[in-house]
């Protein structure tokens, strides 16, 4: 199928292809959670992606230079190089939007409200625009984002993954 929801709803393993190639086999969770490649990580879900180059890797963990001089550090699925190019890549939901603490200082572009959750497109001068998932709790607590509004992003520690530039 090329329906990604009834995919990952209905079944125990999915082959993800490339050029009729496979790319990863894995339950929906690992696909979603544990992308091997940024193909992968890109095909299946939404998926930010800021590129850079690996400065140290180790037991399955890599550090990337990022624009601005950001350090990113995360799992890297598939072993890195130092000075390879590469990405991080850091789901939406995954991504906190606050007005007070630390974190990356952004810029709100566009709201768009759906529900359960809003979606922010937001802009950072070194690592352009991403996207940004509030669930509807946590937008009530912070009283949300309105476009040219500042905010700070951030995520856990150990949120990103460090993937192969594909």
Known sequence: THD??????MSDRICIMRGGRI???GSPRELYDRPASKYVADFVGKSNF?????????????????????????????????????AA?????????????????VTVVNRIFLGEHTEYL???????????????QAEAASGGFEPG??????WPDGAALI???D
Not at 4 to 9: F, V, W
Not at 124 to 131: I, Q, R, S, V
């Open 4 to 9: 990604q929801e009834e995919a990952l709803s």
């Open 23 to 25: 790319v990863q086999v």
């Open 50 to 86: 800021f590129p850079g180059r690996v400065t140290e890797a180790s037991q399955g963990r890599a550090t990337l230079a990022a624009a601005g001089g950001l350090v990113i550090g995360g799992a890297a699925p598939v072993a890195m190089a130092p000075g390879q190019a590469a």
């Open 89 to 105: 890549s850091l789901r939406p939901e995954q991504i906190a939007l606050s007005r007070k603490g630390e974190g990356l200082p």
């Open 122 to 136: 937001v802009r950072h001068a070194g690592l352009g625009e991403f996207l940004v998932l509030v669930p509807r």
């Open 149 to 154: 509004d500042a905010g700070l992003a951030s």
């Open 163 to 165: 993937l192969g530039d």
